[in-house]
């Protein structure tokens, strides 16, 4: 029999085939070196390498893994769903089911309807930005679009935009391909800078369709919006006419039972009704499921009732729905007093053990959600936008990485990322990333600028 491919070689024969031998760049390692490992199978805390080693695994699929990989129920669910067809290309029952628990969870309480009162089911958090920006621009019937430096929407052509200066910008395309025309309908603007949301509204007020915004920022690291910054930015946009768009592809069901938005609806001060919001991850339990929702007002100019256009072959799907619904049902309040115990033991524990070898840094939470910002500026004071995020030691982490990964614990690979746990990390998971920690932080403290 022969050996099985080594990590190295599966890369080398991907690179042939895929470019860069990923289908998404940040697999490929780029921002931390080396090779990428080659997963093949992933059970509650773990996953295998295709060389048969284990790793405590700190990215639980980019999000969707909040009870742990290949829970029995949610398996359990897509087996039957696939046993009985695996797409129909109309409409099945289990897809008003998973609305409707969605819809229950964003309750205001039992008699009041949250912000989502009607929900459309597609495939990627890119498919949901890219139609609730449609939708908004349709509803409105204006062009442009605010978003904030650092946020993360997906890769469709107007949400690539950065402006790297401190002042309100029309967009440079972020990426080649995007034309200039396409990114100058985007303005963007410094997170947690009301004063420059409200420069942006004062001179374009008028032609302003949305403002998109991650409910909590944690694609460029985690760095959650300031106390009342959702809500004042609510109240800025509506007063010029204009919608928000709540990104929850990431936070939706991960951060608590109703997201980002269920934690600040409970503080009064802190209470918000975005007009649209977006899911992803955790809403498909790890198959490809993403969906927008909102005010039933809005969300009825969608195709067939109104006249903006919106459609998927496999939008719904009923395996992958299956495995939404399932995921839900079993993310109860015991599953998110997990996430949020885990996710508290282990960035403390990062922390110390990078405190002990000297280390400056700062541990950025938003719920569950956490990453680290490296260098004495951070250490010192408040980290909340991108500019200060871009300023970090950002070199100390690619040694730090390696050396946690050579123990045996998959970290995202780029400082620029969210670290996710999932309920599945239980003491002795979490004492095999403990245990690895003190020769990661000497590495980070030996780090060199390169
Ligand atoms: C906040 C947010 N919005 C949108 C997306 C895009 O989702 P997808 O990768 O499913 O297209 C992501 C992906 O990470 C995200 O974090």
């Known amino acids: 029999m022969s050996a099985a491919p080594t990590n190295g070689e599966l890369f080398a024969r991907a690179q042939q085939a895929i470019p860069g031998g990923v289908n998404s760049p940040v697999r490929a390692f780029r921002s931390v070196g080396g090779t990428p490992r080659f997963y093949v199978s992933a059970k509650g805390a773990y996953l295998t390498d295709a060389e048969g080693r284990e790793y405590v695994d700190l990215v ?11 829970d029995p129920r949610v398996i359990e669910a897509v087996q039957d769903a696939a046993a009985k067809g695996l797409s129909f290309g109309s409409s099945t029952p289990a897809e ?6 969605v819809e229950a969870r964003l309750r205001v309480d039992e008699a009041t309807p949250g912000p989502v009162e009607q929900l459309r089911l597609v495939s990627t958090g890119t498919e949901a930005t890219m139609s609730a920006i449609r939708l908004a621009r349709g509803f409105t019937g204006r062009e442009l679009l605010v978003k904030f430096a650092g946020h993360y ?4 052509d107007g949400l690539l935009a950065e402006a790297g200066s401190g002042l309100a910008t029309f967009a440079l395309p972020g990426s080649a391909g995007v034309p200039a025309e396409i990114a100058a309908l985007t303005l963007v603007v410094p997170y947690n800078d009301l004063d420059a949301l409200a420069a942006v509204f004062a001179e ?3 032609r302003i369709a949305a403002v998109i915004v991650e409910a909590s920022a944690a694609n460029m690291g985690v760095v959650p919006p300031l106390p009342g910054f959702n809500r004042a930015l609510v109240e800025l946009a509506h007063a010029h006419g204009a919608l928000v768009i709540s990104d929850e592809v990431l936070t939706g069901f991960r951060v608590s039972a109703s997201g980002w938005w269920g934690l600040e609806a409970r503080v009064e001060a802190s209470a918000y009704t975005p007009d649209l919001m977006t899911f992803g991850k955790v809403i498909g339990g790890g198959m490809p499921v993403a969906a927008l929702g909102g005010r039933a007002e809005i969300m009825q100019r969608l195709a067939p009732l109104g006249p903006v256009y919106q459609a998927g072959t496999l939008s719904g799907n009923p395996v992958a729905v299956a495995a939404g619904i399932a995921t839900l049902r079993a993310a109860d309040a ?3 007093a997990r996430l949020d115990s885990a996710a508290e033991t282990i960035s403390s524990a990062v922390s110390e053990v990078l405190a002990a070898e000297g280390v400056a840094h700062r541990v950025q939470r938003a719920g569950n959600l956490f990453s680290f910002v490296f260098g004495e500026e951070a250490a010192a004071g408040e980290v909340r936008d991108y500019q200060a995020v871009q300023r970090q030691e950002a070199w100390r982490y690619a040694p730090f990485f ?8 998959s970290l995202p690979p780029s400082v620029f990322e969210a670290w996710f746990v999932t309920a599945a990390h239980d003491d002795a998971a979490i004492a095999r990333i403990v245990d690895a920690l003190p020769a990661a932080a000497r590495a980070a403290a030996a ?3 390169g």
Do not use: C, K, N
């Not at 639980?60 to 290949?70: D, F």
């Not at 929407?153 to 469709?156: E, N, Q």
């Open 402 to 409: 390696h050396a946690m990964l050579d123990a045996g614990v």
């Open 60 to 70: 639980a699929g980019w999000g969707p893994a909040i009870l742990g990989h290949a």
């Open 153 to 156: 929407h997906g890769h469709s």
């Open 334 to 336: 015991e599953v998110y």
């Open 96 to 101: 008003t089911e998973l609305a409707e628990l």
């Open 447 to 449: 780090a060199q600028p």
């Open 204 to 206: 374009h007020g008028e």
